[in-house]
């Protein structure tokens, strides 16, 4: 194993016992060789080129270098290339920082990546005229879901244009309400119908045409007939009340 930017050395090698029959010099002669092996020197064919090379990183002679090796041999720190014994035992594979740095950069860009894709996935949600249009449609189908049947012998047009100016859903009951107030009016349905277009109202109440006879105006009576039925849909609005009168 070389070309280590760095390797493990362990703190227990001051109380080793192989390093303790060692002179001091020869303690840091193992340490420099221990560098050798992870620079991948000691790796390198064995001839006497790379002996040279090894005794000037030492500092110390050929014929020096000769004996260096043979006193850490005969304590079994190193073999015969002067490579340190159980090296591959004490230095991981993982400790390779080249390999290290490959795979997180490696596991950043697959990262990137992936958000990219998330992003270019989802998008960002924006209200836009088609999203207004589908919502529309949905609430115009939904009142049409719930939307009363047109009684019988109605007229076509009156009845559309009472679905188109109703701002609520005209349900069964609300028809049912409206025709009870028309017929306590005196009233007939399409009249009634008829008047609350007329005045914009969204409802019918027999209260609010007081005085009035079938949508007919009374000569005499039909001015006070107006203002009562006015001053009862003012009254509605006074009350606070939100709800549609039918």
Same mark, same amino acid.
């Given at each position: 194993?070389?070309? =280590?930017q760095?390797?493990? %050395?362990?703190h227990r090698?001051? #109380?080793d016992?192989?390093l303790?029959l060692? +002179? ?5 002669h193992?340490?420099?060789l221990?560098? =050798?092996?992870?620079d991948g %020197?000691?790796?390198?064919p064995? #001839?006497?080129?790379r002996?040279r090379k090894? +005794?000037v990183?030492?500092?110390v ?8 090796g043979?006193?850490l041999?005969?304590v079994?720190l190193? #073999?015969?290339?002067?490579s340190?014994v159980?090296?591959d035992?004490l230095?991981?594979k ?6 290290r740095?490959?795979?997180?950069r490696?596991?950043?860009q ?5 958000r ?9 949600d924006?209200d836009t005229?088609?999203?207004?249009e ?5 609430l115009?189908?939904?009142?049409r879901?719930?939307s009363?049947?047109k009684?019988d012998?109605f ?7 009472w679905k188109?100016?109703?701002?609520a859903a005209?349900t069964?009951?609300a ?7 028309a ?6 349905l399409e009249?009634?119908i008829?008047?609350?277009i007329?005045?914009g109202w969204?409802g019918?109440k027999?209260?609010w045409?007081?005085?009035k006879?079938?949508?007919?105006a009374?000569r005499?009576t039909?001015q ?6 006015f001053?009862a849909?003012l009254r509605y609005v006074?009350d606070?009340?939100?709800?549609e009168?039918f």
């Amino acid at each position: 194993m070389s070309g =280590l930017q760095w390797f493990r %050395l362990y703190h227990r090698i001051v #109380d080793d016992e192989k390093l303790r029959l060692l +002179a001091f010099e020869d303690r840091w002669h193992f340490v420099a060789l221990c560098c =050798l092996k992870a620079d991948g %020197l000691l790796d390198t064919p064995n #001839d006497n080129l790379r002996s040279r090379k090894i +005794a000037v990183k030492l500092g110390v002679q050929l014929r020096e270098l000769d004996e260096i090796g043979r006193r850490l041999q005969e304590v079994n720190l190193v #073999d015969e290339n002067l490579s340190p014994v159980a090296w591959d035992e004490l230095q991981y594979k993982s400790d390779n920082s080249t390999n290290r740095v490959k795979k997180y950069r490696e596991k950043q860009q697959y990262n990137a990546t992936k958000r990219e894709r998330n992003v270019s996935v989802t998008g960002q949600d924006t209200d836009t005229d088609t999203d207004t249009e589908v919502n529309t449609n949905v609430l115009t189908a939904k009142r049409r879901s719930v939307s009363a049947a047109k009684p019988d012998g109605f007229c076509d047009q009156l009845w559309k244009d009472w679905k188109n100016h109703r701002k609520a859903a005209f349900t069964e009951t609300a028809l049912k309400g409206i025709e009870r107030e028309a017929a306590k009016a005196g009233w007939t349905l399409e009249a009634a119908i008829t008047e609350a277009i007329e005045r914009g109202w969204q409802g019918f109440k027999s209260e609010w045409v007081e005085g009035k006879k079938n949508g007919a105006a009374n000569r005499t009576t039909g001015q006070r007939g107006n203002q009562n039925g006015f001053a009862a849909a003012l009254r509605y609005v006074a009350d606070g009340r939100t709800d549609e009168p039918f």
